[in-house]
C-alpha cells in the first residue's frame, strides 16, 4: 500500500495549492523530495510548513516530487531544516521561479533483498508455529527478524505521523503490529509486516504507470537537434540551449525537437503525438512544426519559433500537470468521506477493544485482536487512491489524443454534457472561403469566363475574391493582364482586359449596370437560400457567369455531430452570419437548432440562457476565435479549437482540442463516460471489501494478515481498473 493519508489520499495527483502566511516580498524555491509522492507525505510537511514565519505558499506536485514554497529569502535554511526534522531529504531545484522546465527523472531501481528476506522470516515463523514441540524463542526470532528487515520504514514514518498528531495508515499499521506483538501474536504480526511492505512496493510500481504516462510525453522531444552554425556548418546542439530564430535541419525519420517554420524543403510530418491526427500532414515552406512531432519521409529545415521550456508539447505536459491538481467532485467525496470514514473506524475499534470485555465478560486478549484487525481494515487507502489513479489516467490518454483536459473536474463532468452549443467559422467550417459553384450564362468558352474572372480576382484583397483566384489557380488557369483595374466601393472590382471591360461584383452591382433579368435572379435564388455569397462577371452587354463562394464545412463535421447525438448530446450552432447561411450550415451537417446574427453579447446571452434551462445537465460552448470568449468562459466546459501552438486557447480553455478535428468531442464524451464508470466501480469494489471484512471480523472469521491481503488486493484491483483508461 502506498503511504495513503488518513485524512486525505491523493496519490499520484499533483499541484496542491494552499495559502498559508502572509506573502511580503517573498520568492519562490522548488525543492525535489523523493520520498514524497502521497498526501501522507504532503499531509506531514504542510502540517510541519504552515505557520512557519517567512513561509507564505505551498504548492504540491505529487507527480514530479516537487514542492514550491513561496517565502521571504532569510528562511529557506529554515525550511531545509524543517524538512530534514521530519525526515525529508529536499533538493532544491530552482530559486525564485515560477515554473520548473519540465525534466526526465530516472527510473528508480528497487532494493529487494530485504523484502525478500522479510518475506522468508515471516512465513517461516508461520510454520514453525505449527509444528509442535518447537520453542516458543524461535518463533519469536524469525518474525523479529521478519518486522526488523521488513517494517522498520513503517514504524519510523509510523512514529514521525504520530509524533505530528497524524492519524495515517503508518500509524495504523504500527500500532496494529505492535499491539499483536503485545498479545504475543508473533507470527502473524510478522506477516502483517510483509504483506504491507510488499503492497506497498507493489502499489508504487502500479502508480509509477500513472507517473510514466507523463513521462512518455516528456521523451516525445529530442534531446538533441542538428543547429546550422554562423559560418554555414551544422552541429547537434542539445534542445534546451537552441536559440529563438536558429536554423534546425531534419532528416527523415527524426523527431522534431522544437517548435519552429519551416524555411525550406517540403515532408510529410506525423503529429499524432500533438494533435492527435491518424495521417501525416504535408509541411511547406512557411508552416508550421511542434516539438515531438515525427518527420516521415523529406529532409527540410525550419526557423525555431520557441524554446524548449516554452514549446507546445511543453506547454501540454504543464497543463496536464496542473489539471492533476483540480479535484474531480468525486474525489472531494471520497476526501470529505475518508476524514469522516478513518477516526470512526478507530474509535469503533477502540470500543470493540473495550466494551465487550467490561460488559459481557469476554476475553480481552479475543477482543483486543478484533480491534487490531478492524484497525487494518480502517486504512482508506484503496478507496481514496482510486479517484485520483483514474483521472490521471484518462488525462493522459486524452493528452496522447490531442484533447487537451485542464483539470479532472472537466474530465468527470464530460458525461453530464446535455447540450453543446458551435461556433460556424473555423470550427464547424474550415474559416476560409472557397468556390463552390460555377454557372456560364453564354455559349462562350468556359475556361475563357475562368479566366477573366480570375484575372479581375486575383487583383483583390477581398476573401471571396481570392476564392476565385485560388480555385483558377488549383485548375491550372494562366491569369492574364488587366489594364485599368478599379473597386467599386461594395459593390465588386472592374478593368480592361484585352480593351473589353469586365465587371465582377455582387447582385447589387448587376442590379446598378441594368443587367440584372429574370432568368439571372432565378440561378441566383438557390444559391442565396444555402447561404453561398455569389458574384457574377459582366461585360457591357450581359452576365457572362456566376460564380458562387462559401466558407465550406469541414469532412469530420457531419460525423461529429451525428456522434453528439448518438450520445444524446444536443446541438445549436451560433453564428454571426444571417439566418439563411445558418440555417443551410446547420442542415447541411445536421445540427438541431441555428441561430444568426450572434454577436458575442448573444452568444454570452445565449449561453446563460441555457445553464438556467439545462435540468442539471451541462452546457459546452466550441470556438475558436476571440468573438467566442465570453460564451466559452461561461458555459460549463468550454472546448477550444485549433489550440497547438496557440498559447491562448491551451491556457484559457477547459478543453482544448488540439487540431481542428470536431470528432474530439464525442470522444471526449465517451473518455469522461468510461471514467466515470470506473470512478463508481472502484468505490464500490474498495467498500464493498472492506464492509466484508468489517462484517467477518465481528464473527472472528478474519486474521491480520487476511484484512492487509486483501486491503492490498482491493488498492490493487482499483489501481488496475483506473489504469485500463491509458489504454484508450
Known amino acids: 500500500m502506498k503511504v495513503c493519508d488518513s485524512n486525505t489520499c491523493d496519490c499520484a495527483t499533483d499541484s496542491s495549492s494552499m495559502m498559508v502566511g502572509p506573502d511580503h516580498g517573498a520568492g519562490k524555491t522548488v525543492f525535489r523530495i523523493d520520498d514524497m509522492d502521497c498526501p501522507t507525505e504532503e499531509n506531514l510537511i504542510r502540517a510541519k510548513l504552515t505557520g512557519m514565519i517567512g513561509v507564505a505558499a505551498l504548492d504540491f506536485n505529487l507527480i514530479q516530487r516537487r514542492l514550491t514554497v513561496t517565502h521571504s529569502p532569510e528562511v529557506l535554511d529554515n525550511i531545509v531544516t524543517a524538512l530534514q526534522a521530519i525526515g525529508f531529504e529536499a533538493k532544491i531545484e530552482s530559486g525564485n521561479a515560477t515554473a520548473v ?48 528487515s521488513g517494517g522498520l520504514p513503517t514504524y519510523k514514518k509510523g512514529w514521525v505521523a504520530l509524533k505530528n498528531g497524524n492519524l495515517n ?65 551544422w552541429l547537434d546542439m542539445a534542445a534546451k540551449e537552441v536559440p529563438l530564430g536558429a536554423v534546425v535541419r531534419l532528416r527523415p525519420g527524426e523527431r522534431i525537437a522544437l517548435d519552429g517554420i519551416v524555411t525550406s524543403g517540403r515532408s510529410a510530418v506525423n503529429q499524432a503525438p500533438i494533435t492527435g491526427e491518424s495521417m ?139 447540450t ?23 455559349g462562350d468558352d468556359v475556361t475563357q469566363i475562368h479566366t477573366l474572372a480570375a484575372s479581375l480576382a486575383a487583383r483583390s484583397d477581398h476573401p471571396v475574391s481570392l476564392a476565385i483566384a485560388r480555385a483558377a489557380n488549383e485548375s491550372g488557369i494562366v491569369l492574364l493582364d488587366v489594364a485599368d483595374f478599379a473597386a467599386i466601393l461594395g ?6 482586359i484585352d480593351g473589353h471591360t469586365y465587371q465582377l461584383g455582387n447582385h447589387q452591382l448587376i ?47 457531419r460525423q461529429a455531430i451525428a456522434e453528439l447525438h448518438s450520445l444524446g448530446v444536443k446541438t445549436l450552432m451560433l453564428t454571426g452570419d444571417n439566418a439563411h447561411t445558418a440555417e443551410a450550415i446547420a442542415s ?15 452568444k454570452l446571452t445565449t449561453i446563460e440562457q441555457l445553464l438556467k434551462d439545462g435540468n442539471g445537465g451541462k452546457i459546452g460552448m466550441v470556438g475558436d476565435g476571440i468573438n467566442d470568449a465570453p460564451a466559452l468562459a461561461r458555459a460549463d466546459i468550454g472546448f477550444a479549437m485549433g489550440a497547438a501552438g496557440t498559447d491562448t486557447a491551451i491556457e484559457t480553455a477547459d478543453v482544448a482540442l488540439m487540431d481542428d478535428d470536431l470528432r474530439k468531442i ?63
Open 169 to 233: 495508515i503508518n500509524a495504523l499499521m504500527s500500532i496494529a503490529v505492535t499491539g499483536a506483538v503485545a498479545i504475543g501474536h508473533w507470527p502473524e504480526a510478522a506477516m502483517v509486516t510483509f504483506l504491507f511492505a510488499l503492497a506497498e512496493l507493489i502499489e508504487a510500481k502500479s502508480l509509477d504507470r500513472a507517473r510514466n504516462a507523463i513521462r512518455g510525453l516528456m521523451e516525445l522531444a529530442p534531446e538533441t537537434a542538428t543547429v546550422r552554425q554562423q559560418d554555414g556548418n
Open 666 to 728: 464525442p470522444a471526449f464524451v465517451r473518455l469522461s463516460r468510461d471514467t466515470a464508470a470506473i470512478l463508481k466501480q472502484n468505490i464500490a469494489l474498495a467498500l464493498g471489501i472492506k464492509l466484508v471484512f468489517f462484517m467477518l471480523t465481528f464473527v472472528g472469521m478474519t486474521t491480520m494478515w487476511m484484512a492487509v491481503f486483501a486491503d492490498m488486493g482491493a488498492s490493487l484491483l482499483v489501481v488496475a481498473n483506473g489504469l485500463r483508461l491509458l489504454r484508450r
Open 280 to 418: 501525416p500532414v504535408d509541411k511547406a515552406e512557411g508552416d508550421v512544426v511542434f516539438a515531438g512531432t515525427i518527420n516521415e519521409t523529406g529532409s527540410f529545415e525550419y526557423r525555431v519559433t520557441a524554446e524548449a521550456s516554452h514549446s507546445t508539447l511543453s506547454r501540454i505536459i504543464h497543463a496536464v500537470e496542473s489539471a492533476q491538481g483540480s479535484r474531480a467532485p468525486t474525489q472531494r467525496f471520497v476526501d470529505q468521506f475518508a476524514k469522516i470514514y478513518t477516526p470512526s473506524i478507530f474509535a469503533i475499534a477502540l470500543l470493540v477493544a473495550i466494551l465487550p470485555p467490561l460488559l459481557n465478560g469476554g476475553s480481552w486478549l479475543d477482543w483486543i485482536y478484533k480491534a487490531l484487525v478492524l484497525l487494518v481494515i480502517a486504512c482508506p487507502c484503496a478507496l481514496v487512491i482510486s479517484t485520483p489513479v483514474t483521472i490521471v489516467s484518462g488525462l493522459a490518454a486524452a493528452a496522447r489524443k490531442g484533447i487537451l483536459i485542464k483539470g479532472g473536474v472537466y474530465l468527470e463532468e464530460g458525461h453530464q454534457l446535455t
Open 588 to 602: 447541411e451537417v445536421g445540427i438541431d437548432e441555428a441561430r444568426g446574427n450572434q454577436l458575442p453579447e448573444n
Open 101 to 148: 522546465t519540465p525534466q526526465i527523472e530516472p527510473v528508480s531501481k528497487t532494493n529487494w533483498w530485504p523484502l525478500a528476506f522479510s518475506g522468508v522470516a515471516a512465513t517461516l515463523s508461520e510454520v514453525v508455529g505449527w509444528i509442535a514441540g518447537v520453542q516458543e524463542w524461535a518463533i519469536i526470532a524469525l518474525a523479529l527478524l521478519a518486522i526488523l
Open 420 to 442: 453543446l452549443a458551435l461556433d460556424k467559422t473555423g470550427t464547424i467550417t474550415h474559416g476560409k472561403p472557397a468556390q463552390t459553384d460555377f454557372i456560364a450564362l453564354t
Open 491 to 496: 459593390r465588386g472590382v472592374k478593368g480592361s
Open 511 to 557: 442590379e446598378d449596370l441594368g443587367l440584372c433579368s429574370a432568368d439571372i435572379e432565378a440561378k441566383l435564388m438557390p444559391l442565396e437560400r444555402q447561404g453561398k455569397t455569389a458574384v457574377l462577371l459582366a461585360n457591357q452587354t450581359g452576365v457572362l457567369g456566376i460564380f458562387a463562394v462559401a466558407d465550406t464545412v469541414r469532412d469530420t463535421s
